[in-house]
């Protein structure tokens, strides 16, 4: 098992524009977490789905964040317009059943916006 | 309020020398902590939990509910436990449930 996928790794774009991130999670996890990780700030959760259903989003700075996840294997999270303040990291996290609480961590997308 | 904190941003030691990485929590409810560490260039990922009692790669940690505290603790340090370490609170009940994390203890362990 690959683990946690994200795309793109790296992900440098300049103010004002869109910028999409991507997650597949772990097969068979039906939890998926969104976090941003600053040195100011360390790790910060942004939105977590249960089996698809956004649970808790209030993490989310502002409505130009937004997350979707469409179906089990797939999750996005956007940023329009983006800024230089949204450079972060950003990872995605996934973990079994509602009981379990052990998260997987994808590698991570470094966002830089100029 | 549901606060998880990590007094020293960063802790230097030296090889075989004892570490301690603190974490104080703020919960009303039952707590349930863990260690997560991230080492260069790799994922973070769980090292340990209280509620399973284990030592992992050397490093135990006791949940002190008088202190509100669950202190990460080896007694003789190796320069591959050199990394970022988080200290994380799960908060919530039935199906929602998240982690409350600390902002972290980056660890150096100098030869």
């Known amino acids: 098992d690959a683990g946690v996928i994200q795309s793109p790794r790296h992900e440098v774009t300049e103010m004002g524009q869109e910028v999409t991130l991507r997650c597949k999670p772990i097969?068979?996890?039906?939890?998926l977490f969104w976090y941003r990780q600053t040195m100011m700030r360390g790790l910060e959760l942004l939105i977590y789905f249960n089996n698809n259903v956004p649970i808790d989003d209030s993490g989310m700075p502002e409505d130009r964040f937004s997350a979707k996840m469409p179906n089990a294997s797939f999750s996005t999270l956007k940023i329009q317009p983006s800024e230089p303040r949204d450079s972060a990291v950003y990872f995605c996290?996934?973990?079994?059943?509602?009981?379990?609480?052990?998260?997987?961590f994808g590698p991570g997308t470094r966002l830089t916006v100029l | 309020a549901q606060r998880v904190t990590q007094p020293e941003k960063l802790l230097s030691v030296f090889k075989g020398a004892p570490v301690e990485l603190k974490c104080n929590y703020s919960y009303s409810g039952s707590p349930e902590l863990f260690w997560y560490v991230q080492y260069s260039r790799q994922r973070l990922q769980l090292l340990l939990r209280?509620?399973?009692?284990?030592s992992i790669k050397g490093f135990t940690a006791d949940l002190n509910k008088g202190e509100t505290s669950f202190h990460l603790k080896k007694p003789f340090a190796q320069e591959e436990d050199s990394a970022m370490y988080y200290c994380?609170?799960?908060?919530?009940?039935?199906?929602?449930?998240?982690?409350?994390w600390g902002l972290g203890t980056s660890l150096a362990v100098n030869p």
């Open positions: 097969s068979g996890h039906n939890s």
């Open positions: 996290a996934s973990k079994r059943g509602t009981h379990t609480d052990t998260q997987y």
């Open positions: 209280h509620i399973s009692r284990e």
């Open positions: 994380a609170l799960l908060v919530g009940t039935g199906n929602n449930r998240k982690l409350i």
